[in-house]
């Protein structure tokens, strides 16, 4: 009896004892040092709002719906809280379940039972009041494996939550970007048709005074009814993204309704991020760090499964015959330790190690795939910023010399000095000038929408979780004993 006490006691000094999780360290992936488009002089630094630098009060106004009105937030908010749970469910295995066993029954027995000695009662009662306490001793580890897994995965779905509200952000900011450029696109055209029309005029004068011939008024003809079905299919383009930003901010897109505006939204400064802090920047990348350290810990939990289970158990109560359960005499209980040792389960405990370690060879795939892609995605952005900007000045140049061009030929047609033909080329030329430029100029305002998202959106992994941000940052980027902070601001200064 002492022994089994003094056991009792000495349980939760072995909780420590042993751990079989492989001692965890995140896959090398070359950082480089610096990006190989450069950042501009004048560059930002990047908010959470982001959005905000494009100067577009109806595009802020759009944004704050974003985390109280779209469903896919929603759904990805719905699954933090369930991983939390989970969490919650695992950590509970480090404290005794406590339960009990209330019966108050009035029986007979067959007269006929097997076995049935001539004293027993027909008739019984069978009443009990009991107390279970069981408590399973995590001497291998298992339990504070399976709890730090479910911890990592409430921190990857932190992640992921803000890498969906960043995601959401931005594609709200393309759609809306969008919408603006081809409000920008029909204003154009609507102006040119109304050129048009007035051009067409005027070729009809000139056939019934015999100047012109009347294919030139055929040639007219053609240019505007040509004007008036581009102006039709940016109209259907516009009515496609305002359905689509009104999905995005959860409301009907029959009911929902955006004012065209033909000016489109400001360029904002590019942010400056160094290359060894985009990482930190990252929530998809932070969150495949924790999917891969769950999935580490995971293999604790299959190498446990080996060994036995120990269970400190104890129960008590009353039973009786009658309802005096509350007699001493009637009482019971019992303690001590209880064991559960695998023997043979036909490769059942293997095949899970198995699947535990090709979880493990998986999510540290997906995590230097993450990391490659995020590298991939502030080159591309940075790169057709850079670009596409030079593509701008091109075409706006191109595009004033086309519209003198144009004002020359129709000053030069009404004096009869140029053919129709002539004029027709000009309308031609500054029309698509026109319209290159304002596609570029909405595709170089599209591309700062994808870089912030490349970048991480503002993000600074300041989001609650049950463990502290900073050794999960450190973690990110296989640094010891480095404050992020720190290594962070040493980033900044070495992108500079």
């Not at 989970?86 to 950590?91: G, S, T, W, Y």
């Not at 007035?198 to 009347?214: G, V």
């Not at 102006?231 to 359905?243: F, H, P, W, Y």
């Amino acid at each position: 009896m002492k022994r089994l006490g003094l056991l009792a006691l000495c349980a939760p000094l072995a909780l420590g004892a042993c751990d079989f999780a492989p001692q965890y360290h995140v896959p090398d992936v070359a950082v480089p040092s610096k990006y190989k488009t450069a950042t501009p002089a004048r560059a930002g630094q990047l908010s959470e709002s982001w959005w905000r630098d494009f100067h577009s009060a109806e595009l802020n106004r759009l944004e704050a719906r974003i985390e109280s009105d779209n469903p896919d937030y929603a759904i990805a908010l719905a699954r933090y809280e369930r991983a939390r749970a989970i969490l919650d469910l695992n950590a509970s295995a480090f404290y005794p379940q406590v339960g009990s066993n209330e019966a108050l029954s009035f029986n007979k027995q067959s007269q006929h039972r097997p076995l049935r000695s001539a004293n027993q009662p027909t008739y019984y009662g069978a009443n009990q009041l009991l107390g279970q306490l069981s408590w399973e001793i995590d001497l291998w580890g298992r339990v504070r494996d399976q709890v730090k897994a479910a911890q990592a995965g409430a921190q990857a779905n932190d992640d992921l939550l803000a890498a969906s509200r960043i995601s959401l952000h931005a594609s709200l900011a393309r759609a809306y970007i969008a919408l603006r450029g081809a409000d920008a696109q029909y204003d154009l055209l609507t102006r040119t048709i109304g050129v048009y029309g007035e051009a067409l005029k005027l070729t009809q004068e000139r056939l019934k005074q015999n100047i012109a011939p009347p294919i030139d008024v055929e040639r007219a003809k053609v240019q505007l009814a040509t004007a008036q079905a581009l102006a039709a299919s940016i109209a259907q383009t516009r009515s496609v993204l305002e359905n689509a930003i009104g999905a995005i901010v959860g409301e009907t897109p029959s009911l929902f309704r955006i004012k065209p505006e033909p000016k489109q939204p400001a360029f904002p400064r590019p942010p400056r991020v160094a290359p060894a802090v985009l990482l930190l920047r990252r929530p998809d990348v932070a969150a495949n760090e924790r999917l891969l350290f769950a999935a580490n810990q995971g293999i604790g939990v299959a190498k446990a499964d080996f060994l036995p289970r120990f269970y400190l158990a104890l129960s008590g109560g009353t039973q009786s015959t009658n309802l005096d359960l509350m007699n001493f005499h009637n009482s019971l209980w019992s303690y001590g330790p209880n064991v559960v040792a695998p023997v043979f389960d036909g490769g059942r405990r293997q095949a899970d190690l198995d699947i535990a370690r090709a979880d493990f060879n998986a999510a540290a795939a997906a995590y230097k795939a993450s990391v490659l892609a995020a590298y991939q995605e502030v080159e591309n952005a940075s790169s057709a910023i850079k670009l596409l900007g030079e593509q701008n000045k091109a075409l706006a140049t191109a595009a004033q010399a086309a519209q003198r061009a144009l004002d020359m030929s129709m000053s030069l047609y009404k004096d009869g000095a140029v053919s129709s033909l002539d004029l027709i080329t000009a309308q031609t030329a500054a029309l698509d000038a026109q319209r290159a430029q304002l596609t570029v100029q909405t595709q170089l305002l599209g591309e700062y929408a994808n870089l912030a998202l490349a970048l991480g959106g503002g993000w600074t992994g300041q989001a609650p979780s049950p463990e502290p941000k900073e050794d999960r940052n450190i973690a990110v980027l296989g640094w010891q004993g480095q404050d992020p902070g720190e290594a962070a601001q040493a980033g900044e200064e070495a992108g500079k």
